[in-house]
């Protein structure tokens, strides 16, 4: 009788936590109400997974399947990007902003301006640039297929830094500018200032460094500004390159923006960014709706979120472009 009891109860408990779960998955603002059954069926069933086979050679996991992605509703544009800053660029009004005034790491957007430094110098394009053992990251220990010894042109490096994000190639461009790594990065911080980007700091030329900071506000400015030079349009849009490395061989580089090969999308001018204090970074100058608009997103959360951020203010700003010519 007794045994028969605690059969009945267990079951019943079983089933109160099941609800629970249903609860917090479906049902909104169900997730402080669901909490404590959830934690107490989770305690309860530890002992279960202590049971199970501990040679588990054949074992195989039972794999769930994905999420259902969530629908797009037009009407709410919900980011993952913790800062963002959507500009039209011909009226100048903001048709997003999210945090835009917080100061964070950009990571590899860090480029831009690097490239900007390096073309407002006007040294020679043609000119080779030899690799060396201060091109190496000791601070984040990233590698790279451009070995130590490898010749390229400015205009090489160049490319490669702003399309493919290459950390040995604008450590090279800012080590070979006149007066060496220090005065490159004054003049960054002094391109700064002159733009307006006061919440902004530079403390390198690859962005491999979390000191190099600035917000969406800032960044929308620097890539209005960088917009002007024709080759970082052209290079930071590029969708492949090679370069001829010696006896023969040859490296091909990709862009690190996925929404680059993309057809439905327009694209003017692009950097991304990422390291750990920074998260997943994306800034883009690029045409939605007949519209050129800037786009900054700062510490999106997962591989793919940057663009898929991307993609969600692109059908927002036509769906509700849309509206304005049917209406």
């Not at 999420?67 to 997003?96: H, I, T």
């Not at 500004?225 to 370069?243: F, K, M």
């Not at 862009?255 to 090969?261: E, G, H, Q, R, S």
């Not at 994306?282 to 709706?289: D, E, S």
């Amino acid at each position: 009788m007794i045994r028969h009891c605690l059969v009945l109860h267990l079951c019943a408990f079983a089933v109160s936590g099941h609800a629970a779960s249903a609860q917090v998955e479906t049902g909104p603002g169900t997730v402080a109400a669901a909490s404590k059954p959830v934690a107490a069926a989770k305690a309860a069933a530890k002992p279960a997974a202590k049971a199970a086979p501990r040679h588990g050679k054949n074992v195989r996991a039972v794999k769930r399947a994905a999420p259902a992605p969530e629908p797009f509703n037009p009407e709410v544009l919900d980011l993952q990007s913790s800062a963002a800053l959507v500009v039209n660029v011909q009226s100048g009004d903001v048709v997003f902003n999210k945090n835009i005034s917080a100061v964070a790491p950009i990571a590899s957007i860090t480029k831009l301006m690097t490239a900007m430094v390096v073309l407002d110098t006007q040294l020679p394009l043609d000119e080779q640039i030899v690799l060396t053992e201060g091109d190496l990251d000791y601070l984040k220990n990233t590698g790279s297929r451009l070995q130590i010894g490898t010749v390229l042109t400015r205009d090489e490096m160049l490319r490669l830094a702003l399309m493919s994000s290459e950390n040995r190639a604008a450590s090279a461009l800012a080590r070979a500018y006149p007066g060496g790594v220090a005065a490159f990065v004054r003049e960054m911080n002094l391109k700064a200032i002159a733009l307006d980007m006061m919440q902004t700091t530079f403390v390198d030329g690859t962005g491999l460094s979390s000191g190099n900071v600035s917000t969406a506000q800032d960044l929308a400015k620097m890539v209005t500004a960088a917009y002007q030079y024709p080759l970082i349009r052209q290079y930071s849009t590029g969708n492949g390159y090679a370069v001829h490395i010696g006896r023969g061989r040859t490296l091909e580089f990709r862009n690190t923006n996925a929404l680059i090969p993309n057809p439905d999308w327009n694209i003017e001018l692009s950097k991304t960014g990422y390291i750990r204090e920074a998260g997943r970074c994306l800034v883009m100058q690029t045409v939605i709706a007949g519209a050129s608009v800037v786009i900054v997103l700062l510490d999106s959360y997962g591989r793919l979120s940057r663009s898929g951020d991307a993609n969600r203010i692109k059908k927002w700003i036509e769906y509700h472009a849309g509206r304005m010519h049917a209406g």
